[in-house]
């Protein structure tokens, strides 16, 4: 199974592509998509949504996992956060990817099991959960790739004490 | 210069296209994107990204006026208006439309010349501009067209009173 797990925000988004199995997860790509501060918020929507069809179509993705979480610092910058998303959500669509939101709760604790751990404590779990050393990574691509652990817990062991939402 | 006025939202937006002379104001077409409630945010998106496509599409679009301001009832709805604009911003970027933001305000005071104007006042000023009778449009579609002509009216006239913003 393929997760494509997705950061999003306007000027800098944050993906990480998982091959999930039963046992054993694998990042297979991860990184982020900048956007100069220069960029109009519509060219910054379209580059969003062409890195994010260029993901789909490179790697074959089964789902996609997205921070689902209504915050912000004010309405505009939940405004804005929700452009981003909305280009994100309807570039999946157009090619049929379930997507699944997530809080960033409900990511730590499907990565470490405590919903309160510190950033430091979910990387050095995810570090092991992948085997590879996400502190080297940006920010942005490691709560990406906890996105997509987060969706492959549910997804691969629900019925067990796990359950799958529903795509959003 | 033809022009997409688009009072966007999941459930349902309004659209009208206006083709814009000097002097003259036609309404090309005008209606309202529909969202069933059961339908998932994705599907909606996917929905309102393929209309607005097809109007590109259909009426060869020079510009594009949203709704540009920055409000909603509470940090839900503002992200999910942020979705359902990310979504139609996107589609007008991908054929290179230009896409322009006016609050409420500028748009009543482009049509009525008074920003306090009345949505009854508003209806009627538009009526006469457009030549038909607006009070039976469905309201998201009258709002879209007064958008249209309040972009008109800065872009056919500017240099003169009005400023054409940068498109967002």
Redesign the interface.
């Known amino acids: 199974m393929i997760i494509l797990g997705i950061d999003t925000a306007l000027r800098c988004t944050g993906y990480g592509v998982l091959r999930a199995e039963q046992d054993s997860f694998e990042a297979v790509d991860c990184g982020v998509i900048k956007n100069h501060k220069d960029l109009?918020?519509?060219?910054c929507?379209?580059r969003?949504?062409r890195g994010v069809k260029e993901l789909v179509k490179t790697f074959k993705i089964d789902a996609a996992a997205i921070e689902g979480a209504?915050?912000?610092k004010n309405?505009?910058t939940?405004?804005?956060?929700?452009?981003?998303?909305?280009?994100v959500?309807?570039?999946?669509?157009?090619y049929g990817i379930p997507?699944y939101a997530y809080s960033p709760k409900e990511v730590k604790a499907s990565a470490g099991g405590i919903g309160t751990a510190s950033k430091f404590q979910v990387a050095a779990i995810l570090s092991s959960l992948l085997n590879m050393d996400v502190s080297k990574l940006e920010y942005d691509a490691t709560d990406a790739l906890g996105l997509a652990i987060c969706h492959a817990n549910k997804a691969l062991r629900s019925g067990n004490e796990y359950t799958l939402p529903?795509?959003?």
Chains 1, 2 share one sequence.
């Open positions: 109009s918020h519509t060219q929507l379209l969003l949504s209504f915050f912000g309405v505009k939940t405004m804005i956060l929700g452009y981003a998303r909305g280009a959500m309807t570039a999946l669509a157009e997507v529903k795509p959003i």
